[in-house]
């Protein structure tokens, strides 16, 4: 590494070590709940006709104080079967919301701003599109997305992925792991064309059903990649080498495999509209990439501002990023292998 180089990179260490701490503070694992989530699964049946199972958790042997507030002009098709369960109240309903059907219509979850606890949501439109929504306190509602047209289509799916990898605190901390492990911008051009092309195919190929990975493993195997670059970045800062130092691109193309599958179960998650399928893949690929470059773009020019600032570090900072990254990658590979092993009983 040039001498030049070097400080740029130790002033960056600061900021990483900032930054990985808000990482955490996004995890929704670390946030605590009074209960339960609350459950609303709504599924077309017929244009404009839908069957409601709403679950609403019980608390001290009294349900949360959470309502199903439906659009103005839904009507029942049959009366309501209320179940009195242990640990829930069930709800079943059969509505008929009109020809319009639900599309771009919102559903409310009253009293939910009062509480410290998610609704999560499952809808199945009769046109193949299906998704999951998580309604908070500080938004209570849920909205039906209304039918696209292929341009619409586009943009969503676009606006999805740049969100997704931007939002992904996993994935950009891999893309970073990657950055740093790097040592000249020919070698940073293969290493991060090989993750897109490898996150391109397992994506294209999982999304039309050709291979699919179960969710805990595949979340235990992302957790396991960036845990694997912290001990690769050390190394780097400390001189010495390795394959994955020398064959970077390698490691890249391996391991964006495994994230182009998360990426096709976030598409999935997103309502994925069976009649637009080629189209909406594209433009959420093309909106991961444009994250994806955005995120790196970022980081090289806060490496570049941080160079014109002549301060000198201390040696320990140096380590910040591989103890950093790999201390993230610990604690998600403990995490995740739990929900595995729960999973498996």
Known sequence: MSGSRRPARLRLCCLLAWLVPVWLATLPALQAHEARPAYLELTEIAPGQYTVLWRTPVLAGRPLPLALTLPEGVKNLREPIIQELTDSRLERRWIDAGPGGLAGKRITFTGLQF????????????????????????????????????????????????????????????????????????????????????????????TLGYVSIPGPPLEAAIALSILFLGPEILRRWRGETSFTLRHPWVVAFAFGLLHG????????????????????????????????????????????????????????????PGYAIGSMGAFWTIERMDVLVRSLH
């Open 261 to 320: 599958f998360g990426f096709a179960g976030a598409l999935s998650s997103a309502g994925l509209p069976q009649s637009d399928i080629p189209i909406a893949l594209f433009c959420f690929n093309v909106g991961v990439e444009i994250g994806q470059l955005c995120f790196v773009g970022l980081v090289l020019a806060l490496v570049r501002a941080i160079h014109l600032i002549t301060v000198s570090w201390p040696r320990w900072v140096q380590l910040l």
């Open 115 to 206: 509480t410290i606890t998610d609704v999560l949501a499952r809808v199945q439109l009769q046109d193949g599109r299906s998704w999951t929504i998580i309604a908070r306190p500080a938004e209570p509602w849920i909205e039906i997305t209304a039918a696209l047209s292929g341009w619409q289509v586009a943009g969503e799916y676009i606006v999805q992925g740049i969100r997704h990898i931007l939002f992904g605190p996993d994935h950009l901390l891999f893309v970073l792991g990657l950055l740093l492990i790097v040592r000249d911008a020919w070698t940073l051009v293969k290493t991060i064309t090989a993750f897109t092309v490898a996150h391109s195919l397992t994506l294209t190929a999982a």
